[in-house]
């Protein structure tokens, strides 16, 4: 008689393997495309937040208008914080300092915003651009002082408000 061994064969060990690189493979994309869909709600939902930041900016401080730099809508180093033209503590430090480090954005996107005009500043345009296109945001996104966000499906920036406002709203 032969003795029983216990355990799993090689073919069957294979045959667990392919079936769980076959969900892998069908599994991966879905996620990165619900990552990338993340970021970009994130990226809208910071434009909206900045839209609302430059409104109370302006209303508080209309002798400036809108804010010249992102930064000027963000805490002051002190704390708590002390609201001022240059620190108007209106949105979060990673946001105006565009990511912690300072410049490597928030979510997969780099954000930029600027006030012109005037003295007082009477126009802004804010734009949310993917860090790696593809990787991280499909999509790129603005605002003028109309507060519409904007889409670009080509990830391009908006160098200009008058380029910004030619970009089709959201849904």
Do not use: Q
Request: hydrophobic share 45%; proline share 6%.
């Amino acid at each position: 008689m032969r003795p029983r061994t216990k355990g799993f064969s090689l073919i069957e060990l294979l045959i667990v393997v392919a079936i769980i690189l076959i969900i892998a493979a069908i599994a991966i994309p879905s996620l990165l495309r619900a990552r990338i869909a993340a970021n970009e709600s994130s990226a809208v939902a910071a434009i909206r937040t900045i839209n609302s930041a430059m409104i109370s900016y302006n209303s508080t401080y209309p002798s400036v208008g809108y804010a010249a730099v992102l930064l000027n809508l963000g805490p002051s180093a002190a704390s708590p914080c002390t609201a001022t033209s240059a620190t108007a503590c209106l949105i979060d430090s990673s946001l105006a300092n565009n990511g912690i480090p300072a410049g490597a954005g928030k979510s997969g996107f780099s954000f930029v915003a600027t006030g012109a005009g005037g003295p007082p500043a009477d126009t802004y345009y804010i734009t949310a651009t993917p860090i790696a296109l593809h990787e991280t945001g499909d999509r790129s996104f603005c605002s003028v002082e109309d507060a519409v966000v904007r889409a670009n499906p080509a990830g391009a920036i908006a160098g200009s408000e008058a380029a910004c406002a030619g970009w089709s709203p959201l849904n």
